[in-house]
């Protein structure tokens, strides 16, 4: 087996998932040269779920990890994914709902872990209420798609999906007191395991493409994937007064196997003053 995979060829991978992300994940990795198999060997949600029923013990970048390097020693095959979310941070922490997506690609040959990211903000909001209308309202300022947790006073209800089936589980468990109004307050939670989380869905696919542009960003010295920007230097010169900014001079690409690395020259030659501490104190 040779140590540096040929992306050229087709490979198999693992993915370890109970929620419906292959079809995310596998179009982008084909590129790659990968064909992907989903094993649920593992339930996944044992390693933290977003309604609680389960706390992560693990951080996100340890957790997908985790999954990763499960879904080949689980199955046998030489390269495990795992995909892991997480929401909050950001730039607007506490006011913005931000989601994290990781995607991680094992190789048990070189025990080499593949790291992809990508974030966003995701427009989704909670609502207590009694009030019919109100959740329908609710409910139209979201796709369609998204899912719904509703909690009551007794039980935990996840997976909803529209109106109608809000609707018809409140009438099924007794809740709905007057076609207008509920026995009760409940709180309506938007349900964010991907497959009910349409925003989720987009950053999801985009880190499967950088997945797949990592996979292809071979290191000029050992051909190991991942010959990615690992880190920057800062310090790009003022074009007033030339003094050194927190502007970004150059990228370092490294590499996880041989430790080869090469500097990336940033497009802008000088920073604005703006940027300048002596220029703009």
């Known amino acids: 087996m040779d140590l540096q995979f040929d ?10 998932t109970k929620h419906h992300k292959l079809c995310l994940i596998a179009p982008a990795l084909a590129d790659a040269g990968f064909t992907l198999n989903v094993t649920e060997a593992l339930d996944t949600d044992s390693l933290g779920m977003f309604s609680g029923e389960y706390i992560r013990t693990l951080s996100p970048l340890d957790c997908v990890k ?16 795992g995909s892991e979310g997480s929401f909050g941070g950001g730039p607007l922490q506490g006011l913005l709902n931000w989601d994290d997506e990781l995607i991680c690609l094992f190789d048990k040959a070189t025990e080499q872990y593949v790291v992809a990211h990508a974030a966003g903000p995701v427009p989704l909001s909670p609502i207590d209420t009694d009030q019919v209308e109100t959740i ?6 979201h796709d369609e798609k998204q899912g719904w947790i509703c ?15 809000i609707h018809h589980t409140m009438q099924q468990t007794g809740l709905l007191a007057t076609p207008t109004k509920l026995s009760e307050s409940i709180r309506l939670l938007p349900d964010l395991r991907a497959h009910l989380c349409p925003p989720r869905q987009e950053y999801i696919r985009q880190a499967a ?13 050992c051909q190991a994937p991942n010959f990615w920007r690992k880190d920057v230097k800062q310090g790009l010169p003022c074009s007033q007064c030339g003094y050194p900014t927190h502007r970004i001079q150059h990228f370092i690409h490294k590499c996880d196997c ?22 703009n104190p």
């Open 7 to 16: 992306v050229t060829s087709l490979h198999k991978a693992a993915l370890l």
């Open 66 to 81: 985790t999954k990763a390097r499960l879904a080949s020693e689980l199955t046998g095959e030489r390269f495990g994914i």
């Open 136 to 141: 329908r309202s609710h409910l139209e300022k």
């Open 151 to 165: 909690v009551t006073s007794k039980e935990l209800i996840k997976g909803l999906v529209g109106f109608a089936d």
């Open 209 to 221: 493409h950088q997945l797949a542009a990592r996979l292809r960003a071979r290191c000029p010295a």
């Open 258 to 279: 041989c430790s080869y690395s090469s500097i990336e020259i940033a497009l802008e030659q000088f920073a604005e003053p703006t940027h300048c501490p002596l220029c």
